[in-house]
Every structure is written in C-alpha cells, then in structure tokens.
C-alpha cells in the first residue's frame, strides 16, 4: 500500500504554500536587514551634516571677529 499523503492533493497545495511562505519569510528578513542597513546610513550621513553646519557656524562666528581684532592692533 502506498502512503495516502504522498498522493493527496491538499499535502501537496499545502506544501507549496508551506514553502511559498519560507520564501516570503527570507525576502521579508532581507528587507528588514537592508532597511537596517539604510537607517544605519542615514544617520551616519546626518551626524556628519551636523558637525560640518556646527564647524561652519563657528569659523563664521571667528571670521566675523577678524575685522575687530585687526582695528585693535
């Protein structure tokens, strides 16, 4: 006698589905990793803006005290 799962076709839709979903499952995992990946980025990205508008400000700041300190002397 043959084994009666093996021949019927709800076991084998549900298989597919089973594995349809595996797949799903590691594409999302995928997407979670790169979204990661990108936050990660972004915020690098967004520090260093912070830093450069920071130094900007004060070379600024020290520039516009260059016309006072060279009528002092």
Do not use: T
Request: charged share 25%.
């Amino acid at each position: 006698m043959s084994d009666q799962s093996n021949d019927n076709p709800v076991y084998l839709m549900l298989g597919r589905i089973e594995g349809k979903l595996d797949a799903m499952h590691g594409k999302s995992r995928e997407q979670d990793d790169r979204l990661n990946n990108h936050s990660e980025r972004i915020g690098r990205l967004e520090r260093w803006k912070v830093w450069l508008v920071g130094l900007a400000a004060g070379v600024g700041a020290a520039a516009s005290q260059l016309p006072e300190l060279i009528k002092g002397h």
